[in-house]
């Protein structure tokens, strides 16, 4: 069994700053990637970063130069510092990562969080 947890989410003001972080946890063997999605009430769940084992990182346009997704795989930790904060980025927060467990006999798998909720004020 894997398990991702998310961290840090909350209320901030506009202009603000919050920190999220996640961990994995369990059967965790290698990590190819983790990445941060959000999703806003009636909206889609949309990428926000992504950040793979080589260092390669995906911003989604809405979030770039404000956001930085930074990891360390050797203690199996994404986090996301966001800055420069909008009420549009109001949403809930999930971490993704692809997870290899170690068995031969099985790909990586895409695992998720619960989730954590950050609210912008105006």
């Known amino acids: 069994q894997v398990q991702l947890v998310e961290s840090g989410g909350g209320l901030a003001q506009a202009g603000g700053s919050l920190r999220l972080s996640c961990v994995a946890s369990g059967a965790v063997a290698s990590i190819s990637a983790m990445a941060w999605y959000r999703q806003a009430p009636g909206n889609q769940r949309e990428l926000v970063a992504r950040?793979?084992?080589?260092?390669?990182?995906t911003y989604s346009d809405s979030v770039k130069g404000r956001f930085t997704i930074a990891g360390d795989y050797a203690k199996n930790t994404v986090t996301l510092q966001m800055s420069g904060l909008k009420p549009e980025d109001t949403a809930v927060y999930y971490c993704n990562a692809d997870i290899w467990t170690g068995d031969t006999y099985q790909i990586p798998q895409t695992h998720w969080g619960q989730g954590t909720q950050v609210s912008v004020s105006s």
């Open positions: 950040l793979t084992d080589v260092g390669a990182v």
